[in-house]
């Protein structure tokens, strides 16, 4: 997808970077700016391959490795390996579920914009912009977790 976004998704908007990549979010200009500079055409093409496509995807397969991290690194521990299974899944699904559908929630907010350009106005551009940054935020806990766990298992050996 990064490779796709750099190579030809960049080229489509003349340079812009695509809304969710920017980490920090965007205004609602910038945000037009990028809409604009896509054009109907462009916008269509992003929306069937990035957001119908591997969007559609790569959230859940993301979702699940870090679930599995999480379990991996944490079963390295003490104190986390004597909890009961489900206890640990339940753990680390209520550290990664939050990130899956905050990015689920902007990926269709952003497919709306691109589906339908006349509903970009500056209310639903700074809402996209709040899930975004919301996703990134929340996609830092489980990687901060699964980095801790690590140290902490390093530790121990």
Known sequence: MTLMEFFYFRQLSGGLPSLDMRVFGFTPDEGMAWLTALGRRGGEIILVWHYLTFDLLFPALLSVTLVSLILAT??????????????????????????????????IAVARLLSDFLSANPDSLALVSALIVTKFALLAIPVIVIAVFWLAGQKQN
Request: no cysteine.
């Open 74 to 107: 944490g079963r390295r521990l003490r104190n986390f390996r004597v909890l009961p299974g489900q206890m640990q899944s339940i753990f680390a699904l209520i550290l990664v579920l939050p990130y899956t559908i905050a990015n689920y929630a902007q990926n």
